[in-house]
Every structure is written in C-alpha cells, then in structure tokens.
C-alpha cells in the first residue's frame, strides 16, 4: 500500500491549494480515505474522510471551506482548500484504512491511531 501526497505550499490567507493522494496497492473503492493534519506539538487530527460508498464528513472547523473528493481515474483522494486561514497551517496527511468508522465527526477526530497507511505528508502554510 503506497499513498502519495502533493500540492502543499505557501499561501496568503483567503487563497486556495489543492492537495493530492495517489493511493495505490489496494482495491480504492473499499476503503475509508481520510485528510488528517498536525499542529506542531499536537496529535494528528481528522479534517475530511470520504467512504468507499461516498459518504463525506468534515471537521466542524472545515466545513463549508474544504471539499474532499476522489478521483477515481487517477486512483486520488483530493482536497480543495479555499478561503485559507492561517489557522490552517499544519502539516497535511493522507491516510486510509478498512472496516474502521470512517468520519472525522466530533467524538472521532483524534482517530488517527485507527489507519495503519499513511502518505509522507505535504506541508501548508497560510500567512495572514
């Protein structure tokens, strides 16, 4: 199993990134693929999880400014982040498990113990 992220960098806060995850090594569409990030310090927290089937959940504190997708030609999870915050900057990381909750609701943030695959992770920065 490989996860590949991309597409971090440094933008000013009310831009826009859009991150990337090549997943490869396992059948896409049975598993739960999740965007956690980490604050310098703090555990890795759920920011958008998509299930097998579809179903989405945000982060209350996401919601309605980041949109979780996959592209499923590509084998992608993807992440469009708008309106950015400095608040946002954290690293971002891909990661993806099977037979687990798949949400990032409150009560399931701090979730990350439950994934056992993980990309690199990509770096954003939002400056105010």
């Known amino acids: 199993v490989q996860l590949v992220e991309s597409g971090g960098g440094s933008v000013q806060a009310g831009g826009s990134l859009r991150l990337s995850c090549v997943a490869s090594g396992f059948t896409y569409d049975d598993v739960c693929m999740t965007w956690f990030r980490q604050f310098p310090g703090k555990e890795r927290e759920g920011v958008a999880s998509i299930r097998g089937d579809g179903n989405i959940s945000y982060a209350p504190s996401v919601k309605d400014r980041f949109t979780v997708s996959k592209d499923g030609a590509k084998h992608s999870l993807l992440l469009q982040m708008n309106n950015l915050r400095p608040e946002d900057t954290a690293m971002y990381y891909c990661?993806?498990?099977?037979?687990?909750?798949?949400?990032?609701?409150?009560?399931?943030?701090?979730?990350?113990?439950?994934?056992?695959?993980w990309g690199q992770g990509t770096q954003v920065t939002v400056s105010s």
């Open positions: 990661a993806a498990e099977s037979r687990i909750p798949c949400t990032v609701a409150p009560g399931w943030r701090l979730s990350s113990h439950l994934y056992n695959y």
